[in-house]
């Protein structure tokens, strides 16, 4: 049980394009999900967390105008990056909390965006 | 400032070793700590999950103390195998905050 799923795995995209990226929680109702960013050989550094019904909430530094975050149910958040740039090029990973335990979060596979 | 270093880096051991993995944190007061295997490329495979009442887990050839009152946790592995290569993360969920606190990693090679 608990299990995280992401889509697409990898994507490449041009400059100036935007792309999405979405996170299920397959057999469990997520409160909340959590989006992460991995750059190469460095740890894992919270983006967002998302409730299902309202807005999301960016840690410093991360920009929703560009990150725009959306959790329509308990078990379906998306991430877009808008007007992508190569510096956004990361590995994206999302989580998600069960039984709205923050403290106990199961993770996605990730999603490896290149940006050209 | 809550923060989560794990050290060293990097190591290497040769095949058959036993081998510690170390975590340190800045606050006392969490709520639970978890280690994760990461593998190039890949998400996080969560490894055992230390609750804040206890001192130790164990599962198969790892176990994984907690000492909260010295700030710190060790991951020990026996009998390391070339499959144990991987990047080990070190993660804290700090009571009173809604986010897990990760380390940076620790990226160990077993050389067969």
């Known amino acids: 049980g608990a299990v995280v799923s992401q889509h697409p795995s990898w994507v490449i995209c041009k400059s100036g394009t935007s792309v999405k990226i979405e996170c299920r929680s397959l057999?469990?109702?997520?409160?909340?999900m959590f989006w992460y960013r991995q750059f190469p050989k460095q740890s894992l550094m919270l983006m967002a967390t998302s409730n299902e019904g309202s807005k999301a909430t960016y840690e410093q530094g991360v920009e929703k105008d560009k990150f725009l975050i959306n959790h329509a149910s308990l078990t379906l958040s998306t991430l877009t990056v808008t007007s992508a740039h190569p510096e956004d090029s990361s590995f994206y990973i999302c989580s998600a909390d069960q039984d709205a335990n923050l403290y106990e979060q199961y993770f996605g596979p990730g999603t490896r965006l290149t940006v050209t | 400032k809550q923060e989560v270093t794990q050290i060293p880096a990097a190591l290497s051991v040769p095949e058959g070793e036993n081998l510690v993995l170390n975590c340190s944190f800045t606050d006392s007061a969490i709520y639970n700590l978890q280690w994760f295997r990461q593998d190039p490329g890949k998400g996080l495979t969560s490894l055992l999950l230390?609750?804040?009442?206890?001192r130790e887990q164990t599962s198969g050839r790892l176990n994984a103390s907690l000492d909260k009152s010295s700030g710190r946790s060790t991951l020990y592995i026996a009998a390391s195998q070339p499959g144990d290569s991987a990047t080990y993360l070190c993660?804290?969920?700090?009571?009173?905050?809604?986010?897990?606190?990760f380390g940076t990693g620790t990226r160990l090679t077993v050389i067969p």
């Open positions: 993660a804290v969920a700090f009571s009173g905050a809604n986010n897990l606190f």
């Open positions: 230390i609750q804040s009442s206890q």
């Open positions: 057999d469990f109702q997520a409160t909340t």
